[in-house]
């Protein structure tokens, strides 16, 4: 009869929904019984999404029979509750429940255009979504949303943003003229960003998206240090020279204790109007291959496709004009992920997504 021991081993074969890591790395397996009527295997899961502890619970039960026990029990306890709290240094902002990062290691790779349409996702999902656009030197965020109104203030001191779309914006491309060189030096740069993130109405949101300039300098820095991040998500495109910049990207975060939520591949593969066949321009699997490398999500991959591009030089992004799209319902798919990615973080409750 296998021991307890041996079970476990076995349970190492079970992943963590949406990661490559196993429950028993994660640390859920609490306790393992083997008695005359069967095998009691006791869990701590470490969320409260009912799918993915049914999941885990299903994978269990499957784990422990292959190794020859008819019945097999799985208890869990509740799920811990960590106090929500942003590190150490970095306060809240006062009615922002949780802040998710966009970033890229490098540049041309459709990081902007996938910030803006995740958080019109996030929008059409329900939520209370503002999107702040961190890339001083090269905004690109007012000419996507087809915004050139100037941002006012109320009493001189806090920024009101502009709203379109359902979402609250901000970028300074709504502060100077479009094609205005922006030379700055870093401590102008530090303080603007600071604006953007404390003296912004923002107002009661559920979730704050920021999209980062590309690379790893003075601005995500300055983010790291001054927002609570919920969490990071990694846009790449799927060729060799786009993941090494990746690897930079997800150590950033890691470096600063925020959590990846996940990597999208953004143009991965082309599909021909005309015959429908299927093209991998730029190879294919890449930025799968590169999470499976850091243990982190797979979001998805998003296609290289005119329709997106077309709108959101027209100023109305594809989720916004035509959310039943194919591609907007991609975007919509990898906005559920990142949302059951944040549920397992420590952080103020979403509403809950049907």
Known sequence: ???????????????????????VSFGMVKDIEIASAGVTVTLAPTTANEEAVEQIRRDVVAAVQAMGFANVEVATT??????ARAPQGRADIPGVRRIVAVASGKGGVGKSTVAVNLALAFQHLGLRVGLLDADVYG??????????DRPKSADDKRIIPLEKFGIKVISMGLLVAQGTPIIWRGPMLNKLLTQFLREVEWGELDVLVLDLPPGTGDAQLTIAQQAPLSGGVIVTTPQDVALLDVKRGITMFQQVNAPVLGVIENMSFHICPGCGDRADLFGHGGGQRVAQQFEVPFLG???LVRE???RSDTGHPLVA????HPQSQAFIAIARRVLEQL??????ALPTIH
């Open 78 to 83: 509740a799920p811990a509750q960590p106090p």
């Open 308 to 310: 997106i591009r077309e």
């Open 1 to 23: 009869m296998p021991t307890p021991q041996e079970i476990l081993e076995q349970l190492k074969q079970v992943k963590y929904p949406g990661y490559t890591r196993d429950i």
């Open 321 to 324: 004009a035509n959310p039943e």
């Open 301 to 303: 991959e998003l296609p």
């Open 343 to 348: 549920e397992q973080r420590p952080g103020a």
């Open 139 to 148: 905004p690109s965020v007012a000419l996507m949303l087809g915004l050139t």
